[in-house]
């Protein structure tokens, strides 16, 4: 387990969070296909947070994509580095998520976020963000809609939909089981949507969320339980470290 401080120059303010949002988002790559669904290491990241302690837990997960065995796994603990902000979530998130990154013992392939990329407000989200960051190709795979509309797929599994921004389409509502509410796909970095759509469905082969995102969810919520414990030493010190670095 890795202990994260926060970075120095990190947005502090909404108005240097956007601005860091419009100068990256510039660097997103949506002409690239990414790799092939069931090759090679696909991974996971997810966080966890204890809003009242002040402490954010990440964990990355890899996968071998053929077989969805865990191949390697790494956790971070930090400061949450950022208040929360609709449409600014990752910079509560990236510090920890890239701290988790860093510490895998091979190489995370593919990188599927627990939210959006290409469908949000500012066209941006954490898996855009982590993407330009580290160079890997990422997607997003959220829960829900968030502000975007969509018409409901046909009811069997990986029947999709648009899912749109007035006339644009910012990614896709995809049915990963027959009659289950569907996932919403969108593109991080260095993919397209089709092929994420493709990974989900490689990932999901018996519930609704990808493998991915269920290993990484279990490990960063242990995690934070075991960084907030009493006697829990990371937990000491993220709130013992009052200044940025």
């Not at 997103?28 to 669904?37: A, C, H, I, M, T």
């Not at 389409?169 to 969108?186: H, N, W, Y």
Request: aromatic residues 4%; proline residues 8%.
């Amino acid at each position: 387990m890795t202990t994260v401080r926060i970075p120095a120059g990190w947005p502090a303010t909404e108005e240097e969070a956007r601005a860091v949002q419009d100068e990256l988002r510039a660097r997103v790559v949506l002409d690239e296909p990414g790799p092939p669904p069931g090759a090679g290491h696909v991974t996971g990241v997810d966080v966890a947070y204890d809003d009242e302690r002040d402490v954010v837990a990440a964990a990355a997960v890899v996968l071998d994509a053929a077989t969805l065995e865990v191949v390697a796994e790494a956790t971070a603990v930090g400061r949450i580095s950022f208040p929360y902000v609709p449409g600014l979530l990752a910079f509560r998130e990236i510090p920890t998520v890239l701290a988790a990154l860093d510490a895998l013992s091979c190489d995370p392939g593919l990188v599927v976020c627990d939210g959006y990329g290409l469908a949000h407000p500012r066209r941006f989200g954490l898996a855009s963000h982590l993407g330009v960051l580290t160079g890997l190709p990422t997607i997003g795979v959220a829960k829900n809609p968030f502000t975007f509309s969509y018409d409901e797929p046909d009811a069997a599994r990986g029947s999709s939909s648009p899912l749109l921004a007035g006339t644009e389409e910012v990614g896709r509502a995809l049915r990963t089981r027959d009659l289950v509410k569907p996932v919403f796909v969108s593109t991080g970095h260095r993919v397209t949507l089709t092929t994420a759509c493709a990974h989900t469905l490689a990932l999901t082969p018996a519930y609704r969320l990808p493998e991915t995102t269920r290993k990484a969810d279990a490990l960063c919520r242990h995690t934070l339980r075991e960084a907030t414990a009493p006697d829990g030493e990371l937990a000491a010190r993220a709130r013992a470290d009052t200044h940025r670095s």
